[in-house]
């Protein structure tokens, strides 16, 4: 989801380090601030606003989608060219597999429908798949320490409780409503970060919230599939994800030297620590009764494969966004590209679906995202300011 993984950056560091702490987790790689996740969102996820790609990278952090992938700056020098084709390959690559993990993970919700059970096995996945790019030295190991790693377990929570809110919203409303909440993230994020990091933002930039909230509103009104334990679930992992991508910049930030996709295996496995007990105290009494109904709907070796495939697609369009990210592209580019992401994925979700959608749910969902676009030019734009009234300072 949901990744590390995560909005409102308002210091004047670095794009990528921003992007950690905001992706996600589905909407993602997160944020400038955090992938989606929530950047991701997007680490708009991750952990961070940009695709807070931990909706990672929100984005991340508040725009989605993900929360880690800031620390790759440090891994890939500004001088060294890039290749003309990685750019609009990986962002191919991003937006395909985060559609198709939308689609398996809906399908497999709707076939076995247990949120804990599929979100803990997500992040099995993920970290899975590291453990094997590690083994085979086809991603450097990170070096981590005990310290590392109690700074991690605060960060690990939220993600957890950012992925786990979103995997049980999506089994209880349609995917493209659900990103629709999950586009409100920013306001989580502005409304957290001068309480818990001391961040004040100037009036554009709350003003840029209004048309997220009054979108959001709008699509709610005639949407079909509404229901409050799933916007309310949804809400809950906007709060996730903002609160991972902030203890990302409060607690990581001396561990620049671990690379975004390291970062999110990481979160991802920490997370287990949290989401595996839990899975096992809230769902397990029911896991056997719904595989034996998933198995005479749709067979056990269908419902096998969505399972393996959702997992392999989680962590693939997280990396995507955190690969995407590593491409020195501007805030504003990642911006346009999260945000024509979450598009696609609604569009393609309704379209899969079937989803009935009247014209006021499309009306509400379009101010919505263009919401958080303005909003992603607001941060920005602040943070040039800022950065520019430090430098004229320090003259």
Same mark, same amino acid.
């Given at each position: 989801m949901q990744a590390v993984l995560v909005p409102g950056a308002a210091a004047p560091v670095s794009f990528r380090r921003k992007a950690l702490v905001g992706t996600s987790s589905y909407a993602h790689p997160p944020h400038p601030t955090l992938p989606a996740a929530s950047a991701p969102t997007a680490c708009r996820q991750g952990v961070v606003p940009r695709p807070q790609p931990l909706e990672g990278p929100s984005q991340q952090i508040g725009r989605g989608s993900c929360i880690i992938a800031s620390a790759s700056a440090a891994s890939v020098p500004a001088e060294q060219p890039k290749a003309s084709w990685k750019l609009p390959v990986y962002i191919l690559l991003w937006y395909a597999f985060n559609i198709i993990f939308n689609i398996i993970n809906k399908s497999t919700l709707n076939t076995f429908p247990c949120p804990w059970f599929i979100g803990t096995w997500q992040?099995?996945?993920?970290?899975?798949?590291?453990?094997?790019?590690? &083994?085979?030295?086809? @991603?450097?190991?990170? +070096?981590?320490?005990?310290? %590392?790693?109690? !700074? /991690?377990?605060?960060?690990? #929570?939220?993600?957890?409780?950012?992925?786990?809110?979103?995997?049980?919203?999506?089994?209880?409303?349609? &995917?493209?409503?659900? @990103?629709?909440?999950? +586009?409100?993230?920013?306001? %989580?994020?502005? !409304? /957290?970060?001068?309480?818990? #990091?001391?961040?004040?933002?100037?009036?554009?930039?709350?003003?840029?919230?209004?048309?997220?909230?009054?979108?959001?509103?709008?699509?709610?009104?005639?949407?079909?599939?509404?229901?409050?334990?799933?916007?309310?679930?949804?809400?809950?992992?906007?709060?996730?994800?903002?609160?991972?991508?902030?203890?990302?910049?409060?607690?990581?930030?001396?561990?620049?030297?671990?690379?975004?996709?390291?970062?999110?295996?990481?979160?991802?496995?920490?997370?287990?620590?949290?989401?595996?007990?839990?899975?096992?105290?809230?769902?397990?009494?029911?896991?056997?009764?719904?595989?034996?109904?998933?198995?005479?709907?749709?067979?056990?070796?269908?419902?096998?494969?969505?399972?393996?495939?959702?997992?392999?697609?989680?962590?693939?369009?997280?990396?995507?966004?955190?690969?995407?990210?590593?491409?020195?592209?501007?805030?504003?580019?990642?911006?346009?590209?999260?945000?024509?992401?979450?598009?696609?994925?609604?569009?393609s979700s309704v379209m899969f679906f079937r989803n009935p959608v009247s014209p006021l749910n499309w009306a509400g969902s379009l101010i919505a995202i263009a919401g958080t676009y303005l909003y992603s030019l607001a941060t920005d734009k602040y943070a040039a300011e800022k950065k520019a009234a430090a430098a004229k300072k320090a003259q």
């Open positions: 992040l099995i996945a993920s970290g899975l798949f590291m453990a094997v790019l590690w &083994v085979t030295r086809l @991603h450097p190991l990170p +070096s981590v320490d005990a310290k %590392f790693f109690a !700074a /991690l377990l605060p960060v690990a #929570l939220f993600h957890t409780v950012g992925h786990i809110a979103a995997v049980v919203s999506f089994s209880q409303m349609a &995917v493209s409503f659900a @990103h629709i909440v999950k +586009s409100a993230e920013p306001v %989580f994020s502005v !409304a /957290l970060s001068g309480p818990l #990091l001391g961040v004040t933002y100037p009036w554009y930039v709350w003003a840029s919230l209004l048309p997220i909230v009054a979108g959001c509103s709008l699509s709610a009104m005639k949407e079909v599939s509404f229901a409050w334990s799933g916007f309310n679930n949804a809400m809950i992992s906007n709060l996730g994800m903002v609160l991972r991508n902030i203890y990302s910049k409060k607690s990581l930030n001396d561990y620049k030297h671990i690379d975004g996709i390291n970062l999110f295996g990481l979160i991802s496995i920490a997370s287990l620590i949290y989401c595996l007990p839990a899975a096992l105290l809230l769902e397990s009494g029911s896991w056997g009764a719904a595989w034996q109904a998933a198995a005479g709907k749709a067979g056990e070796k269908a419902t096998l494969q969505l399972l393996l495939w959702g997992g392999v697609f989680y962590h693939l369009y997280n990396q995507l966004s955190y690969m995407v990210l590593d491409q020195g592209i501007s805030p504003v580019t990642f911006s346009v590209g999260n945000t024509m992401k979450r598009v696609a994925v609604v569009v």
